[in-house]
């Protein structure tokens, strides 16, 4: 019976619940508490994926992995499980599933391992390039010591998580163009990805679409974290700045990035939707909020939301132990 | 002088000074007192980053930039803006994500 339940909770949080979590307005006023439920999407889809198959193919050895995996590890060491299975019609089936859970579970660890070492030795490569090429900004007012200036004239900005101290690159093209407001607001903003650490939760939601490219609601779980922690750095910034040079800030760097690939709009996978029939373009949560904002949702809510994130990740432990 | 800071002096006297320069060369145009030796360690870390190249043949060796610092340049800013497959989720590149599309339409909404 908790088989069943296993796997109703991983088709559900295979296909339905990601489409929905992505479809969801409320997310613009609680893009923390967001972030929150994804990753317990995420984690318990994982776990979810791998414990049914497994917890089925042991199903002769038990009724819980509590109690099935202990007595195929015996059984495995005595050479009883042979005669154990032979007595099961399932039999191939069963190996088949334990072999493939194995299998995936294993998959998903070497991609989460592979990921991470790309990402350190090509973001480590990258910046020796920029420390070679970029200078500290001559402004005072920008905060020298953890920001570089290339010498481009595309106004450009993002930052470089590190090991040992984070970078925010600027163009030259930004400082140019931008006012000193817009400037400072757009450090703020990729401050508060390097404080808040969104590269890793990135990291891992590349990683698991990566690892599981054949599941489409990876990629939406991807698309979505990433705009969510674009919400996040916004709020952060808007503490301190203001919110149309924020805005502005961000327009002008999109459109120089349309002329820079020389390729608007036709980019494949991009984020933002394309231009509709009537020529208008949907925009994107991000910018509602930004050009409307609407108060963050209340405390309870957000709690209850948290709640049930945690009681998500909870589910597959219960149903399998 | 950082072997970082190093590099970085030696790489900008390559990229302004074009043509060839031996080890010798380079200590004496670089401020400060340098050890040729530590301009041969710099050179050859630089060369096998793929920053330098040394022409063979005969003593005493030359080196040079690969490519220019404009071209380098272009080469981060394709790695940044994604036009290199793979490398946007590394870099964790923020501000951007957003296309020219949704740029336009709101710079309208802005009444620009």
């Keep these: 019976m908790s088989v069943l339940l296993l796997a109703t909770l991983a088709v559900a949080l295979a296909w339905p619940v990601p489409v929905l979590l992505d479809r969801a307005r409320w997310v613009r006023r609680a893009p923390g508490t967001a972030m929150v439920l994804w990753q317990a999407v995420a984690l318990a889809g994982g776990l979810s994926l791998i414990g049914t198959p497994l917890a089925w193919g042991l199903g002769p050895f038990g009724d819980h992995l509590g109690e099935s995996l202990p007595a195929f590890v015996a059984a495995l060491s005595d050479g009883t499980w042979v005669d154990r299975l032979e007595e099961d019609v399932w039999m191939p089936a069963r190996i088949a599933a334990v072999t493939g859970a194995v299998l995936l579970a294993g998959h998903l660890v070497l991609t989460l391992a592979v990921t991470a070492w790309r990402t350190v030795t090509q973001r480590r490569r990258h910046r020796q390039m920029v420390e070679l090429l970029a200078t500290p900004p001559a402004e005072r007012t920008v905060e020298q010591a953890h920001t570089r200036v290339l010498p481009h004239d595309v106004p450009l900005a993002y930052c470089l998580p590190g090991l040992n101290g984070s970078l925010t690159v600027l163009s030259q093209g930004l400082i140019d163009q931008l006012s000193e407001r817009e400037v400072n607001a757009v450090v703020a903003h990729e401050r508060a990805h390097l404080r808040q650490r969104h590269d890793l939760l990135r990291l891992a939601f590349e990683s698991w679409h990566r690892a599981v490219a054949w599941l489409p609601t990876t990629a939406t779980a991807r698309r979505a974290v990433a705009q969510l922690t674009e919400m996040l750095a916004d709020d952060a910034a808007l503490k301190s700045h203001d919110r149309t040079d924020l805005v502005r800030a961000i327009v002008l760097t999109g459109e120089a990035e349309g002329v820079a690939r020389g390729t608007a709009g036709t980019d494949a996978g991009r984020t933002v939707p394309n231009v509709q029939e009537d020529g208008s373009v949907p925009l994107t949560l991000r910018f509602y909020r930004l050009l409307d904002p609407v108060p963050p949702l209340s405390l309870t809510v957000r709690l209850g939301v948290i709640v049930t994130a945690l009681g998500l990740m909870a589910l597959p432990v219960v149903l399998l132990a | ?112």
């Design chain 2, 1 to 112: 002088m950082a072997l970082g800071d190093l590099e970085r002096s030696v790489m900008d006297l390559l990229w302004d000074r074009p043509g060839p320069h031996t080890a010798n060369e380079v200590r004496d145009t670089l401020a400060g007192d340098l050890a040729v030796t530590t301009v041969l360690t710099v050179l050859s870390r630089l060369e096998k980053k793929g920053l330098v190249q040394r022409d063979g043949g005969r003593r005493p060796h030359r080196y040079g930039a690969v490519s220019s610092r404009e071209d380098h340049t272009v080469g981060l800013l394709n790695e940044v803006l994604g036009s290199v497959p793979d490398r946007q989720a590394v870099l964790a590149r923020f501000l951007g994500g957003i296309g020219p599309d949704e740029a336009a339409a709101v710079r309208r909404l802005l009444g620009d």
